[in-house]
């Protein structure tokens, strides 16, 4: 579980960064400087209190919190780094940080509670002692320092400074010596390139945490690494070793550039809660991949061909974010008709896909679906041919994303769009990027109530027009004073990460 909290550190020390030029905290620099200690503190006490098992609901309730706070954080972050210039100051609902602080609070307390308990049953503590929220007592300290190694301190976090070479032939660890890495429980060397994978990362038993960048692949003999909780690999690998699969603790299975392919599942992964991408193949849908990983949050799926294929995802009730992915050449860009998707389904990202109009009556009833991007898909009309001076879309009469608040049109086809306030009655954010053919944004988006602002990027001079010729009726006609336009150099960058 100590990704979670890792990932949340990660995100509040990059926002206090003081070299950071996007932006300037502001007003909530304590409270998240608290924040950030009591994460950090929370993280010392999991990684250094190894007595048992920690029980499932206060893990639930820790990763939940992580979860929320991280959600917090990062929807203020690119919500303010994209509508304000560089350098703008970046806040923060204090009610919300207070909260998920007291919450952190809780956990940490009910966790020195536990562990402090463990340590007087077994015999290792001589009494009790009063207990906080912030401190373990002296006798559970030393039980700890008893259970590990005085040097585990200098090795217990292992990170490749930025400085090294990004790229190395050597495939070992230089400098570090072998029986200190047997006590390394969080692993980074995404700071350099390896061509081969170094073979001594699989005798680190205790491994927790491993981000690499290794071109060769990930090895036979992973699963020896059986309380590994998160796998990063930023760069692309020739070779993914099926004996991930036998890896049940793994949380999150994160890689770039790569279509992982599943041909044997051997358990049940109900820990897994990130996985990006997973081909999909008549195999993978025969072994029941998707009832395999009951409790996934974050899903990556790529067609290839065979666009019959029928994917349901429909059980997956703890599903919020999920990424459709295929080639526009190959026959399996057809597959999204093929697709059921899950009611509680937060975040949707559709890239190199066919969109056909009967896939927004579907989207339409996921009560549930804040963020809706549409990336490099061309859009066509069932039972005909694409034709692209005529491919529209036009959100139907009842065709209400009743929960949206992000929409990002990207790299289409699309030449008419036909839509009013009745479609997105939620609408906050319209994000338009190098939709060439698009003759105009509908004037009725304009009427949104809810919308703040809307994003034009690489555009034609139509597009901006008619974006300017919104913002222009809302002022004079209106008084609508609110809605903003912007065309800022770094928005294409900044979305374009996704999961």
Same mark, same amino acid.
Request: aromatic share 6%; net charge negative; charged share 25%.
């Given at each position: ?50 007595? @048992? ?9 820790? *990763? ?26 970046? @806040? =923060?609902? &204090?009610?919300?940080? !207070? ?14 509670? !536990? ?67 047997? #006590?390394?429980?969080?692993?980074? /060397? ?13 005798? #680190? ?24 909780? &998160?796998?990063?690999?930023? !760069? +692309?690998?020739?070779?993914? &070793? ?6 049940? $603790? ?62 349901? #995802?429909? !059980? ?18 057809? +597959?999204?008709?093929? %697709? ?15 969109? =056909? *109009? ?14 809706? *991007?549409?990336?490099?898909?061309? =859009? ?13 879309? $036009? ?31 939620? %609408? ?22 809810? #919308?703040?602002? /809307? ?7 139509? /597009? ?11 002022? $004079? $006609? ?22």
């Amino acid at each position: 579980m100590a990704y979670n909290l890792q990932s949340l550190i990660t995100i509040i020390q990059r926002i206090l960064n003081p070299e950071e030029s996007l932006w300037i905290v502001d007003g909530n620099t304590p409270q998240l400087q608290s924040l950030l200690q009591k994460a950090e503190s929370l993280l010392h006490i999991l990684e250094k209190s190894s007595l @048992t098992n920690i029980p499932i609901n206060l893990e639930s309730r820790i *990763r939940d919190v992580s979860y929320k706070a991280e959600d917090i954080i990062e929807s203020n972050m690119v919500r303010q780094m994209l509508s304000t210039p560089q350098g703008s100051r970046l @806040t =923060f609902s &204090t009610p919300n940080l !207070h909260r998920v602080i007291q919450l952190l609070d809780f956990a940490t307390e009910k966790l020195v509670k !536990h562990v402090e308990g463990k340590a007087y049953s077994t015999g290792l503590s001589s009494s009790s002692g009063a207990s906080s929220s912030h401190d373990l007592s002296p006798d559970v300290q030393q039980t700890m320092q008893q259970l590990q190694s005085v040097k585990l301190e200098e090795v217990d976090e292992i990170k490749m400074p930025v400085a090294v070479p990004l790229s190395s032939s050597k495939n070992n660890l230089v400098g570090v010596d072998a029986d200190m890495l047997q #006590l390394v429980r969080v692993l980074d /060397i995404m700071g350099m390139l390896l061509e081969e994978f170094p073979q001594e990362i699989l005798q #680190l038993v205790n491994l927790r945490y491993l981000a690499i960048n290794c071109s060769s692949g990930l090895p036979d003999g992973m699963s020896r690494l059986h309380n590994l909780h &998160t796998l990063i690999c930023p !760069h +692309f690998m020739r070779y993914v &070793t099926s004996e991930l699969w036998e890896m049940y $603790e793994l949380r999150d299975i994160k890689m770039k550039g790569i279509i992982i392919q599943i041909r044997k599942i051997k358990f049940d992964l109900k820990k897994l809660q990130t996985l990006s991408t997973v081909l999909i193949t008549p195999k993978l849908i025969s072994i029941g991949f998707s009832e395999r990983i009951p409790n996934i949050m974050r899903l990556g799926i790529y067609y290839e061909d065979l666009p019959n294929i029928e994917v349901d #995802l429909s !059980h997956l009730l703890k599903l919020k974010i999920l990424r459709c992915q295929s080639q526009l050449d190959k026959d399996g860009s057809r +597959f999204l008709h093929k %697709l059921r998707f899950p009611s509680n389904l937060r975040k949707l990202t559709l890239i190199r896909c066919v969109v =056909f *109009r009967s896939l927004f009556t579907t989207l339409c009833t996921l009560p549930n679906l804040e963020v809706l *991007r549409i990336m490099k898909c061309a =859009f066509e009309r069932e039972g005909e041919k694409v034709e692209e001076e005529e491919e529209e879309w $036009e959100a139907t009469e009842g065709g209400e994303f009743r929960s949206l608040l992000f929409l990002q049109l990207e790299s289409l086809n699309l030449v008419h769009w036909k839509a009013d306030e009745t479609n997105f009655p939620k %609408l906050q954010r319209l994000f338009v990027a190098r939709c060439y053919k698009l003759e105009e944004i509908p004037s009725a988006i304009g009427d949104i109530p809810t #919308l703040q602002r /809307i994003y034009i990027c690489e555009c034609g001079a139509s /597009i901006l027009a008619s974006a300017q010729q919104i913002l222009k009726v809302q002022q $004079e $006609e209106y008084d609508n004073f609110d809605l903003e336009l912007y065309m800022p150099c770094d928005v294409c960058r900044l979305y374009g990460v996704t999961i």
